[in-house]
């Protein structure tokens, strides 16, 4: 699937908003460097964010962070000759800088500065209150000032709501994540530098500083989960992006990965993402094609 940059820049407002309402979605694998918040308000299909597969329906609502691969693909239905289906969403472009260097650093920004941040990754917000749909859909016809005004509004109540689910894997994300400790950061950087390689405890053990059962007993207390079970999902949201944007077979993106066997490789990417590498390329393809072939 070929992966296109779009320019979502607004020359005339930090805030780009648009209320979308078409026969169906933009069925186009992309990117771009402005975050995107979603509100769906009419149709049904998949969501594909980074290496998540997901359902989407009315009232859902998600942000997606700068230079995260998207696509919104509505049902096969929506695609039908003779369909009468609209496709809504209100969608919200705009920089993480849209108020310049300093403002999202300022102590009571903090929750949203905390927000972009994990938006990239994606997140699904659920349970969203009607006021606060309503909110993001008045967005639309609001003035300039006013729509600045509302929409850091919106984004301190998306910071405080509790219910919701980042979407795309750590591994697909193609940069290191920043953690909160200088020499949690130089592991991670050893591991996202490492992981298509075999990773030695050992040596993991030795960059934080103790001993390899005392670090795997620490790693397992901070990320709550096991240091080999982070490794393997690096891996394996590292393989979904090779899987959807590469022409490489699924042998060759096993040793790619890290992988030392096929079988293991199999095993490990249906554990983490609860489906087959191959039918997780085909899930792919069968999307792609329906829309081609009726668009």
């Known amino acids: 699937m070929k992966l296109h940059l779009l320019d979502r820049s607004n020359s005339n407002s930090g805030i780009s908003v648009k209320k979308n309402n078409y026969p169906s979605f933009l069925k186009l694998w992309h990117y771009h460097p402005e975050l995107e918040l979603v509100a769906i308000l009419k149709s049904t299909g998949t969501c594909f964010i980074g290496d998540s597969i997901k359902k989407f329906q009315p009232k859902d609502v998600v942000l997606i962070g700068k230079n995260l691969p998207h696509m919104w693909l509505n049902d096969p239905l929506y695609f039908e000759e003779n369909s009468t289906l609209k496709a809504a969403a209100i969608s919200i472009h705009f920089k993480d800088l849209f108020l310049g260097n300093t403002f999202f650093n300022l102590p009571e920004m903090n929750s949203i500065l ?16 009607k006021k606060l749909r309503q909110s993001i859909k008045k967005l639309h016809t609001a003035s300039d000032f006013n729509k600045t005004y509302h929409f850091i509004a919106i984004l ?17 994300v193609n940069a290191l994540q920043q953690e909160d400790s200088a020499l949690t950061n130089q592991v ?11 990773i030695n405890l ?41 899987l959807i944007e590469n022409d490489l077979n699924i042998s060759a993106i096993a040793y790619e990965t890290g992988f030392n066997n096929l079988s293991n490789f199999n095993r490990q990417f249906k554990m983490i993402k609860k489906i087959s590498p191959s039918a997780y390329i085909k899930k792919h393809i069968n999307y792609t094609n329906v829309t081609n072939h009726s668009g």
């Open 114 to 129: 905390q927000l972009f941040k994990k938006a990239e990754q994606g997140i699904q917000f659920k349970n969203v209150s």
């Open 202 to 242: 050992k040596k993991v053990a030795e960059i934080s500083k103790m001993n390899a059962s005392a670090f795997s007993r620490s790693f397992k207390r901070v990320h709550r989960k096991t240091f080999s079970k982070y490794v393997n999902e690096i891996r394996i949201g590292y393989a979904c992006k090779l």
């Open 188 to 198: 991670i950087a050893y591991i996202f530098k490492n992981f298509n390689k075999e």
């Open 156 to 172: 301190y109540e998306l910071s405080i709501h509790s219910d919701y689910k980042v979407l795309a894997s750590p591994g697909y």
